[in-house]
């Protein structure tokens, strides 16, 4: 029986390529900083199956891509920081730890195991000075600060490339609400969109994050 020779570099290519298309096969979920906090915007036809949550007192989750997959990361992420809030402080929670266990766990998953992740997420974080910060991590474990606005699912590479252009500065909730709703809109084939809406936003006590109906 001959074995085949497979290249390192064609097994990670292939990974990637699957990783991409079962992302790709998502909704988007676009996430963006406001003059008010942070705004989540999604296109999602569940009205139980979220894709964005409260991940600790100040810091949101957002996912995309495989459901199942990235449930398990925002469960791991809440009891990641209960953990270390009950432990130490609640103020040592912050979202760049979190951002690092998912980019650890991602990256782990796709270097080791033979089917990658098909998901992205996005780690939102208003800090105690109030700076808001957006943090993305790919399915291989890729670790970005963003600017002020990040799409992920569906097509967006695409749909980054329109944000970065026309959102370069902070609006107020509603008027970035409108704009993220035009273009998941732009982006869908169909007529009709389901949004899910969350924002994450300081109003002087421990709860930040709040979903709007």
Known sequence: MNNFYVSPEQIIKDKAEF?????????????????????FVADNP??????????????????AG???????????????ADMKGY?????????????????QALGYVFNNELKPYEVE??????????????FHIGYDGTLTDKGIACAIGGKSDELNEKINKLYKKK????DALNLMKEFL???????????EVSVLENKGDNRYFQRIS
Do not use: P, W
């Not at 569940?46 to 996912?63: M, N, P, Q």
């Not at 495989?66 to 990641?80: D, P, Q, W």
């Not at 997420?121 to 957006?134: D, F, K, M, R, Y």
């Not at 809109?185 to 949004?195: G, R």
């Open 185 to 195: 809109s732009n982006e869908s084939l169909k007529k009709i969109l389901n949004f």
């Open 19 to 39: 990783a991409k298309k079962g992302i790709e096969k998502g909704r988007t979920t676009i996430c963006c900083e406001t003059k008010d906090g942070i705004l």
């Open 121 to 134: 997420v996005v780690v939102a974080e208003i800090s105690e000075n109030n700076e808001q910060h957006l």
């Open 87 to 103: 432990s130490y402080s609640r103020n040592d929670v912050i979202g760049r730890d979190i951002a690092n266990l998912y980019s």
């Open 46 to 63: 569940s009205k139980y199956l979220f894709k964005t949550s409260e991940i600790y007192d100040r810091i949101g989750f957002a996912g």
């Open 66 to 80: 495989k459901y199942s997959e990235f449930e398990n990361l925002r469960v791991t992420g809440i009891r990641h």
């Open 171 to 174: 609006l107020d909730r509603l």
